[in-house]
């Protein structure tokens, strides 16, 4: 399993919907959804597998003012990781398929990847 | 047919001696290669202070001016990071469990 | 009809781990399960903010109890991916013997559940008991039963001497021995058949597009197995995936009574072909890059994706596991069951409820 056996591709939002049914008509599944917060920005990986082989998108958003389209009306299952982002990151994800509202994980601070923060120190005793 | 299965294996195990020991009755035979509680030698030890560094969820705390060595029980995982770094080897890992605390105070070594 | 919201969980004794379903019944069917997951979240996404990526694996081991020392390989292989180091081929070897074992002994504790969620509690004491000794072997191994504690980037800890292997291959024989005999158990028994035979049934295309993994989509006819991609040594062994077409919870059961036997042959396969050799290299550096590592647990696939800067800390450390991608099947599944069943139907999933929320 080398780096080689995976695609990454960087697409604009507009086409993430389109992208997505594309790549269900072609016999892919979902294998994740992953949102990174950056100092700048906010990228979403969007992984998808046919025959074992991975091939990923991503799309970089500004922070705390994007609205994300869901693509659980292609796949219904990413639903969770849809509800996920928003309880984690403060995502606005329109359209889901379900919507917990929020209340997938109760965290004593909310949004807890919400601010930026540069990784610390290791902390030794 | 599987009735005879399910009845073959209950009766063997009813007339056997039961897979369970009688703790704390019966004292239960350690395995070796367990890792268990972290036991720290006094006489070797220079007070370098690499074991404390080595410690992934902090339990060590080392004072190389004081002499002072001391663990907090409850945070030692038993990873063994301490006993490979050592250079003197004063540390090591028994196969005993660990105790029951009653305090949560740093144990002095 | 009037319908009545009945509380399910999160403890039930059923359960391994916290979930909450609020089923709408209507008169004894079940007509929605609505879930409610977050009763172990506890944030270890967020802790490599604080742990440098070597110290970071004992936290990876901890996402789970059940599935710990794969979590562990698979941070590990990832690291060893995006960093390129070259991992001597006795770690690999050894990486998947214990994997193996770990498969081994969550497959026998799912079966223990399975039996105690149909009420056969005698089965469930004896698929532990043979548990009992898979975990002694480990712990003779790796120094501890649940937490291994073997893996670091850059190969293995422990070594396992040469009489250590007869040992292990003799001991193997007795479990394979109590395993048939429990296995047979499972999939003659007329009592086990009758709560497991028809229920939950997963149609081919429905599994694979509800994001369905391991024995979930392998019981409906896929043909999916993350091992085939050859990491570790799997490149080098000889496996198929174990397939049934019927996609019921009985076809699950059967899928991972048959895993536990091709565990049990691979690892005599692997024990025989194990190199000498070193058993770890020294890691210098930082890390650079990203990769989606993906490696088969017990209960599915489990994708790391790790993003690393050049500092000592990493960026981002995602983890779907396959809990996760289960879940939606598992709804999509409890509509329309019968309430008896609902315990069965949570449990085919082999749900591993801290995985998922780490």
Same mark, same amino acid.
């Given at each position: ?23 269900? !008509? ?80 109760? &965290? ?6 919400? =601010? ?10 | 047919?599987? /009735? ?89 890992? =028994? &196969? ?6 009653? +305090? ?6 | ?43 270890? !996404?967020?802790?490599? !903010? ?7 694996? /004992? ?12 979590? @562990? ?7 060893? +991916? ?19 074992? =770990? ?38 191994? &790796? ?67 509800? @994001? ?7 019981? =409906? ?13 799997? @490149?080098?062994? %000889? ?19 048959? %895993? ?29 890059? !990203? ?29 779907? &596991? ?37």
């Amino acid at each position: 399993m080398t780096s080689a056996d995976q695609t990454l591709e960087i697409i604009p939002l507009d086409t993430l919907v389109a992208r997505a049914r594309l790549l269900r !008509e072609q016999g892919c599944r979902l294998v994740q959804i992953c949102a990174t917060r950056l100092p700048d920005q906010l990228e979403l990986t969007y992984s998808f597998d046919r025959d074992m082989r991975l091939s990923s998108f991503r799309v970089i958003v500004a922070p705390d003012e994007a609205r994300i389209p869901s693509i659980s009306s292609v796949f219904w299952c990413a639903f969770l990781y849809e509800n996920e982002m928003h309880d984690l990151f403060n995502l606005a994800v329109d359209g889901m398929a379900v919507d917990f509202h929020g209340k997938l994980y109760t &965290t004593a601070v909310k949004f807890p990847f919400g =601010s930026t923060k540069a990784p610390a120190a290791p902390a030794k005793n | 047919m599987a /009735y005879f299965e399910m009845s073959r294996l209950a009766l063997t195990w009813a007339l056997k001696k039961p897979a369970t020991t009688r703790y704390p009755f019966t004292p239960r035979q350690p395995i070796p290669g367990s890792r268990g509680r972290l036991v720290f030698t006094r006489d070797h030890c220079v007070y370098c202070t690499v074991c404390a560094k080595k410690c992934p969820t902090g339990a060590l705390v080392v004072n190389r001016a004081q002499k002072r060595w001391a663990i907090d029980r409850l945070l030692c995982i038993s990873c063994g990071y301490c006993v490979e770094a050592c250079p003197k080897k004063s540390l090591a890992l =028994s &196969t005993a469990h660990g105790v029951p605390a009653v +305090t949560k105070d740093l144990e002095l070594g | 009809m009037p319908r009545t919201i009945i509380p399910f969980g999160p403890q039930h004794p059923v359960l391994p781990e916290p979930i909450h379903l609020d089923l709408v019944v209507e008169d004894e069917k079940v007509v929605e399960a609505r879930p409610s997951v977050g009763f172990v979240h506890r944030g270890l !996404e967020k802790l490599v !903010e604080k742990k440098d990526f070597t110290e970071f694996v /004992y936290v990876a081991e901890r996402i789970c109890g059940i599935c710990s020392f794969i979590h @562990g390989q698979t941070y590990c292989q990832g690291l060893e +991916t995006i960093m390129r180091i070259p991992v001597p081929p006795r770690a690999h070897y050894l990486r998947t013997v214990w994997g193996e074992f =770990s498969r081994i002994h969550s497959h026998l504790l799912w079966l223990g559940l399975m039996a105690d969620s149909v009420g056969f509690e005698s089965l469930f004491m004896h698929s532990w008991r043979v548990r009992e000794r898979v975990l002694n072997l480990i712990e003779a191994t &790796t120094g501890g039963r649940v937490i291994f504690g073997t893996c670091k980037v850059g190969g293995v800890r422990r070594d396992i001497e040469p009489e250590a292997i007869q040992q292990i291959l003799v001991e193997l024989e007795g479990i394979e021995k109590d395993a048939r005999q429990i296995t047979k158990v499972f999939l003659g028994d007329n009592s086990v058949k009758d709560r497991l035979c028809g229920v939950g049934v997963l149609a081919r295309q429905d599994a694979y597009d509800l @994001g369905c993994v391991g024995p979930m989509l392998r019981a =409906s006819g896929v043909a999916q197995d993350m091992r085939q991609l050859g990491y570790a040594a799997y @490149g080098e062994l %000889e496996f198929q995936a174990i397939i049934r077409t019927e996609g019921d919870s009985f076809s699950r059961c059967a899928v991972r009574c048959d %895993e536990i036997f091709q565990s049990i042959d691979l690892i005599r396969q692997a024990l025989a072909k194990i190199p000498t050799g070193e058993i770890a290299v020294k890691v210098t550096g930082n890390p650079n890059g !990203e990769f989606i590592a993906r490696t088969e647990q017990p209960r599915g696939e489990v994708a790391y994706l790790l993003k690393a800067n050049g500092a000592k800390n990493l960026q981002r450390f995602r983890v779907r &596991t396959p809990t996760f991608a289960n879940l939606p099947a598992m709804i999509r599944l409890l509509q329309g069951c019968d309430l008896a069943d609902v315990p069965v139907l949570v449990l085919t999933i082999d749900p591993c409820i801290s995985c998922t929320e780490r």
